[in-house]
Structure formats: structure tokens, C-alpha cells
């Protein structure tokens, strides 16, 4: 129990193990062939190189067989090996944000943006499509305006009014009209003093008689 808490307070699961297998005289080879673990995933856990095992539960194991048998505590030692994970994982967290602190640093020092190229292509690129549609809808727009003032033209010149107009002017002008017995009357010619000989109208159903009148 007094190894025990030695062990509690140091917080090295490690370096216990390897101090009390060294105090009983117990070799590496020796403590493999009494737990049955290999002596390389032995040395891993007294150097506390927990990445090269198979995983918490085999380490979990391992560490209880070598506890058992070096008379130690193994729920006890299972705890230190919980919190010296905890730790070792809480560290790596730490060192991994410190490693890429500087690099963003020098970044932002530098103004160097990775992605900043690709974002000046893409302005440029909506740019350039909003300029072309802007050209595209404008002469679309003057095309059209065209077209509406000529269809107005041939509407304006398809009008009511434009027809009653036309219709007016026909009207002023004088229309003559000829009616058969006119043209009889006028095709009468004087041939002398008492006398009258009447010509054939074109167009009349009517005999004509020559007449001589005293």
C-alpha cells in the first residue's frame, strides 16, 4: 500500500512498475513468461508509450496482470493509468493547437490568404457575367423599343379614326352617276327643221322607232 500511494503521487505508472519489478528482481523476460505479455508491450508500458498497444482495454489488462504480479493494487494502478491517458491526451491537445498557432501567426503576419486567388478569380469571373448581361439586356432593351415604336406606326395607321378619316374624304368628293334615260336624252340629235332621229342608247332594252314629224 505504501508503493501504492508513492505511485499516486508521483502520477507516473510507468516508472513505478519498472522501480518495483527492478526491487523484486524480476527481469523483463521473467515478468513476460509469468503474465504472458510480450516484453516489447512491456517496455512500452514502463516508458508509459501507450500508442504502440492494441488499445484501452488490452492495456487495461496487461496493466492488471503486472500488478498482480508485482503485489500491487490493480484497481488503484487502473485509475493512475486513467488519469495519466487523460493527461497524456489533454497535453497532445495542447502541443497540436502550439504547433499550428505559430504557423496561423505567420500567416496573418504576412497577409498571405491560401485561398485568396481563387477568391479574386471568382470576383472577377461574376464580374465579367454581370458586365455581359448588363450589355446584353440594354441592347435587348433598344431592340424592343424599336419594335414597339414601328408596331405603334402600323397601329396608328390601322385606327378607327384613321378609317373614318379616309371614309370622310371619299364622301367630299362629287360622285356622277348617269341613269339610262339621261343618256337616251342626251344621244338625241337634230337632224333639221320638223324633224328628230332618234339613235339607239347602249345598255336600253327599248325599240327605238324612226319618226319624221311635220
Avoid: H
Avoid at 503521487?9 to 527481469?27: F, N, T
Avoid at 508500458?45 to 488499445?55: A, C, K, R, T, W
Avoid at 471568382?122 to 464580374?127: A, D, E, N
Avoid at 378609317?163 to 374624304?169: G, L, Q
Wanted: hydrophobic residues 40%; glycine residues 6%; without cysteine.
Amino acid at each position: 500500500m505504501i508503493l501504492i500511494m508513492k505511485v499516486n503521487e508521483e502520477r507516473r505508472i510507468g516508472e513505478i512498475i519498472r522501480k518495483v519489478r527492478e526491487e523484486k528482481g524480476i527481469s523483463i523476460e521473467r515478468l513476460s513468461d509469468i503474465t504472458k505479455i510480450s516484453k516489447e508491450f512491456i517496455k512500452a508500458i514502463e516508458e508509459e508509450n501507450f500508442d504502440v498497444l492494441p488499445g484501452d482495454v488490452y492495456v487495461k489488462g496487461f496493466i492488471r496482470n503486472i500488478s498482480l504480479a508485482l503485489g500491487l493494487d490493480p484497481d488503484e494502478m487502473r485509475e493512475l493509468y486513467k488519469a495519466v491517458r487523460k493527461s497524456s491526451s489533454e497535453d497532445l491537445v495542447i502541443k497540436e493547437a502550439k504547433e499550428k498557432l505559430p504557423a496561423y501567426d505567420a500567416k496573418v503576419e504576412k497577409g498571405v490568404k491560401p485561398r485568396r486567388p481563387w477568391l479574386l478569380i471568382l470576383i472577377f469571373l461574376i464580374l465579367l457575367v454581370g458586365g455581359g448581361f448588363y450589355f446584353y439586356a440594354s441592347w435587348t432593351g433598344e431592340v424592343n423599343i424599336f419594335n414597339k415604336a414601328s408596331s405603334d406606326k402600323v397601329k396608328e395607321s390601322l385606327s378607327p379614326l384613321s378609317t373614318e378619316k379616309n371614309v370622310a374624304e371619299l364622301k367630299e368628293e362629287p360622285v356622277t352617276v348617269s341613269t339610262p334615260a339621261q343618256s337616251s336624252k342626251e344621244e338625241m340629235v337634230s337632224l333639221g327643221t320638223g324633224s328628230a332621229f332618234s339613235l339607239p342608247s347602249t345598255g336600253t332594252t327599248e325599240a327605238q322607232s324612226l319618226s319624221l314629224l311635220s
